[in-house]
C-alpha cells in the first residue's frame, strides 16, 4: 500500500520526472561531454539571470563554445570560485532575477503538523524553503529553495538509498539529534509520513537510555533502511554488546553520512548488525548528497554534481563543487572547504566512474604539531588501524582534542579493557615517533564520547570547534554555547 501511495504522491506534487532523472538514472559513460553540457546550460541561465553572477560568464561563454572537451574543463577550472562567506554576504541576490527580491518570509513553507495543507502548497509551488549551514563560525549561509530545488535536493538523498536497494514504500528509520538540519519540522509531518514508511526517532544524547529506545523501535517498527549517522551508530552497537540488548531485527540496509567514516567504527558496526548492508555517503546541507560508497571510493552523482579541487593556502586538494540543473540558487564552483581526491575511473566493466577518494573533511580538520606538521583524519584513522593490529581490534572508538597545540588528549573506546595499559603503551610510542617527541600526550579511555550531537561530530577537535549540524539562525540555545565555547579558548 505504501509503495502505491508513495507513486501517488510523486505523481501529485508532479515530480515524477525529476524523480526519474535524479535517483533512477545515471551517468556512466562519456559523463565529461554530458557535464559539459549541463555546465554551457548553467553558466548561460545565470549569466542573463541572476543579480550575482550577470555577467561573470559571458568570455569564457564566447571563448569555449567551440573547443574540445579537455579545453573546456581545463578554462572552467580556471574561473573565480566562491566561498561560503561570498554567499552569505550576497544573501538573496544569488537567486534568479524574478526571486532575488521577494519577501522570503511571506513565502517560507512551514509544516506546523497540517500535512495535506503542505501538500496542497508543494503541489502548487509558491513558497521558498529556508536551509541554514552549520558552518565553523557563527554566520550561516541560508539557502532558499524553490520547489524544484527542494525536491531536486531531496531526491539526491533518495539516490543513495535507491542504490542500496531501498524503494520507495520500504520502511525507514531516521535516528537524528535533534534541532538539527529541519528534522523537527519533518518531525512535525509525520502523521502523513508514516503512511509512506517514515519513522523519527529522534535524540539529544546518545546514552544507555536513548540506545534502550532505538533498540525497541527497530524490533517493533522493523524498518528495511537505518538512516544514522557514523559516530552515533557506533556508540548503539557499543551500547548494545555492552548490556547485551535484545536485537532482534537488523536493518537490512544502513546509511551513513555526515562524518568522516573510520575502519573501527565500520568494523565494530558490522559484528553488532551482521544482517545489515553498511554504507557511507557524502554530501552538504547547501548541494543535498553527491556521492555514494562504491569500489574505489565514493561515486559522485554525476547528473547532480560537477566535482573539482584546487590546492588551498597549505597545499592541500580542497574540493570546488557545481551543483548541476539547479538555476534558482545556483552553486556555481562553491569552495566546500573540504579536503579530498578526485578522479575519474573505470570498472572492469568499463563503466566510467567518477570517484571522491579520501576524503579528509574541513579544512580545519586536523592536528598540528609543534613542529607546524599537519595530521589529517587519514592519519588518525591508520593509526587506529596499526594498533588494532596488535590489539585484535580492541580499539572500537579515537576521538583526537587539540589542547593549545602543544598537548593532545586521545580518548579510546575499547572493548576489552584488560587492554588498555599495553595500549596505552604502545599508543604513546606510536605518538612518540610518528608525530612529535616534545609534545604532552594525554591517553585515556572512556564508555562514551562525550558530544553535543547538535554540533558535528569530528574524531578531530581543535581548541574553539564550533559548527553546528544544520544551521543555527535565531537560535538561542546555539548562540549560547558558541559564546561558551569561543570563552573557553585560551
Same mark, same amino acid.
Given at each position: 500500500?505504501?509503495r502505491i #501511495?508513495y507513486?501517488?504522491i510523486?505523481?501529485l506534487l508532479?515530480v515524477?520526472?525529476?524523480?526519474?532523472?535524479?535517483v533512477q538514472?545515471d551517468?556512466l559513460e562519456?559523463?565529461?561531454?554530458?557535464?559539459?553540457k549541463?555546465?554551457e546550460m548553467?553558466?548561460?541561465?545565470?549569466?542573463?539571470?541572476?543579480?550575482?553572477?550577470?555577467?561573470?560568464f559571458t568570455?569564457?561563454?564566447d571563448?569555449?563554445?567551440?573547443?574540445?572537451?579537455d579545453?573546456?574543463?581545463s578554462a572552467y577550472?580556471? #574561473?573565480?570560485s566562491?566561498s561560503?562567506k561570498?554567499?552569505a554576504e550576497?544573501?538573496?541576490?544569488v537567486?534568479?532575477r524574478?526571486l532575488a527580491n521577494l519577501?522570503?518570509?511571506?513565502? %517560507?513553507?512551514?509544516?506546523?503538523?497540517?500535512?495535506l495543507?503542505?501538500?496542497?502548497r508543494?503541489?502548487?509551488?509558491?513558497?521558498l524553503?529556508?536551509?541554514?549551514?552549520?558552518g565553523?563560525?557563527a554566520l550561516p549561509l541560508?539557502t532558499?529553495m524553490t520547489?524544484?530545488?527542494?525536491?531536486?535536493?531531496?531526491?539526491?538523498?533518495?539516490?543513495?538509498?535507491?542504490?542500496m536497494?531501498?524503494?520507495?514504500g520500504?520502511?525507514? #528509520?531516521v535516528?537524528?539529534?535533534?534541532?538539527?538540519?529541519?528534522?523537527?519540522?519533518?518531525v512535525k509531518?509525520?502523521?502523513?509520513?508514516?503512511?509512506?514508511?517514515f519513522r523519527?526517532h529522534l535524540f539529544d544524547?546518545v546514552n544507555?537510555e536513548?540506545?534502550?529506545?532505538?533498540?525497541?523501535?527497530?524490533?517493533?517498527?522493523r524498518?528495511r533502511?537505518?538512516?544514522?549517522?557514523?559516530?552515533?551508530?557506533n556508540?548503539?552497537?557499543?551500547?548494545i554488546?555492552?548490556f547485551n540488548?535484545? #536485537?532482534r531485527?537488523?536493518p537490512?540496509?544502513i546509511?551513513?553520512?555526515?562524518?568522516?567514516?573510520f575502519?573501527?567504527?565500520?568494523?565494530n558496526i558490522?559484528s553488532?548488525?551482521t544482517?545489515?548492508?553498511?554504507e557511507?555517503s557524502?554530501?552538504?546541507? %547547501?548541494?543535498g548528497?553527491i556521492?555514494?560508497e562504491?569500489?574505489g571510493?565514493l %561515486?559522485?552523482f554525476?547528473?547532480?554534481?560537477?566535482?573539482?579541487? %584546487?590546492?588551498n593556502e597549505a597545499?592541500?586538494?580542497?574540493?570546488v563543487?557545481?551543483?548541476l540543473?539547479i538555476?534558482?540558487?545556483?552553486?556555481?564552483?562553491?569552495?566546500?572547504?573540504?579536503i579530498a581526491?578526485v578522479?575519474?575511473?573505470?570498472?572492469?566493466?568499463g563503466?566510467?566512474r567518477?570517484?571522491?577518494t579520501?576524503?579528509?573533511?574541513?579544512d580545519?580538520n586536523?592536528?598540528?604539531?609543534?613542529q607546524?606538521?599537519?595530521?589529517y583524519p587519514s592519519?588518525?584513522n591508520g593509526f587506529?588501524?596499526?594498533?588494532?593490529a596488535?590489539f585484535?581490534?580492541?580499539?572500537?572508538?579515537?576521538?583526537v582534542y587539540?589542547?593549545?597545540r602543544?598537548?593532545?588528549e586521545?580518548?579510546f573506546i575499547v572493548?576489552d579493557?584488560?587492554l588498555?595499559?599495553?595500549?596505552?603503551?604502545a599508543a604513546l610510542?606510536?605518538?612518540i615517533?610518528?608525530v612529535s617527541?616534545?609534545?604532552?600526550?594525554?591517553?585515556?579511555?572512556v564508555?562514551?564520547i562525550d558530544?553535543?550531537?547538535?554540533r558535528?561530530?569530528?574524531?578531530?577537535?581543535?581548541?574553539?570547534d564550533?559548527?553546528f549540524?544544520?544551521g543555527?539562525v535565531?537560535d538561542?540555545?546555539?548562540?549560547k554555547?558558541?559564546q561558551?565555547?569561543?570563552?573557553s579558548?585560551?
Open positions: 500500500m505504501s #501511495l507513486q501517488l510523486i505523481r508532479g515524477q520526472g525529476l524523480y526519474k532523472k535524479i538514472q551517468r562519456n559523463i565529461r561531454p554530458k557535464i559539459r549541463d555546465l548553467l553558466l548561460s541561465g545565470v549569466n542573463e539571470n541572476n543579480p550575482f553572477f550577470e555577467g561573470r568570455e569564457f561563454l571563448a569555449n563554445r567551440d573547443v574540445d572537451d579545453t573546456f574543463f577550472s580556471q #574561473l573565480p566562491f561560503k561570498d554567499y550576497a544573501g538573496q541576490s537567486m534568479s524574478e519577501d522570503h518570509k511571506s513565502m %517560507e513553507l512551514e509544516f506546523r503538523g497540517r500535512p495543507e503542505s501538500l496542497r508543494l503541489r502548487k509551488g509558491n513558497f524553503m529556508p536551509m541554514a549551514t552549520g565553523s563560525t541560508i532558499y520547489k524544484h530545488h527542494m525536491f531536486a535536493m531531496l531526491f539526491t538523498f533518495f539516490k543513495c538509498w535507491y542504490r536497494g531501498w524503494r520507495p520500504d520502511r525507514m #528509520l535516528f537524528y539529534p535533534r534541532n538539527t538540519y529541519n528534522i523537527d519540522d519533518m509531518f509525520n502523521r502523513f509520513s508514516k503512511l509512506i514508511g523519527y544524547h544507555e536513548t540506545v534502550r529506545g532505538l533498540v525497541d523501535d527497530l524490533n517493533r517498527y524498518p533502511l537505518l538512516l544514522v549517522f557514523p559516530s552515533p551508530l556508540m548503539i552497537a557499543h551500547t554488546r555492552k540488548l535484545p #536485537l531485527h537488523h537490512s540496509l546509511n551513513v553520512s555526515g562524518e568522516t567514516f575502519d573501527c567504527q565500520r568494523r558490522e553488532v548488525f544482517d545489515s548492508k553498511v557511507d557524502y554530501g552538504s546541507v %547547501e548541494l548528497e556521492a555514494h562504491s569500489r571510493g %561515486e559522485i554525476a547528473n547532480a554534481a560537477y566535482v573539482e579541487t %584546487e590546492a597545499g592541500q586538494p580542497e574540493m563543487i557545481t551543483r540543473d538555476f534558482d540558487f545556483p552553486f556555481v564552483r562553491y569552495r566546500m572547504k573540504d581526491d578522479e575519474f575511473v573505470r570498472d572492469e566493466n563503466k566510467e567518477y570517484v571522491i579520501k576524503i579528509e573533511g574541513k580545519s586536523f592536528v598540528m604539531s609543534d607546524g606538521e599537519r595530521f592519519f588518525w587506529v588501524n596499526r594498533l588494532n596488535k585484535e581490534n580492541a580499539i572500537i572508538e579515537i576521538k587539540e589542547r593549545r602543544q598537548e593532545l586521545i580518548q572493548a579493557s584488560d588498555c595499559s599495553r595500549i596505552r603503551e610510542a606510536m605518538l615517533e610518528q617527541t616534545k609534545m604532552t600526550y594525554a591517553i585515556t579511555f564508555d562514551f558530544h553535543d550531537y547538535r558535528k561530530y569530528r574524531v578531530i577537535e581543535r581548541d574553539g564550533i559548527e549540524a544544520g543555527m535565531g538561542a540555545g546555539k548562540l554555547t558558541v561558551q565555547i569561543e570563552a579558548v585560551v
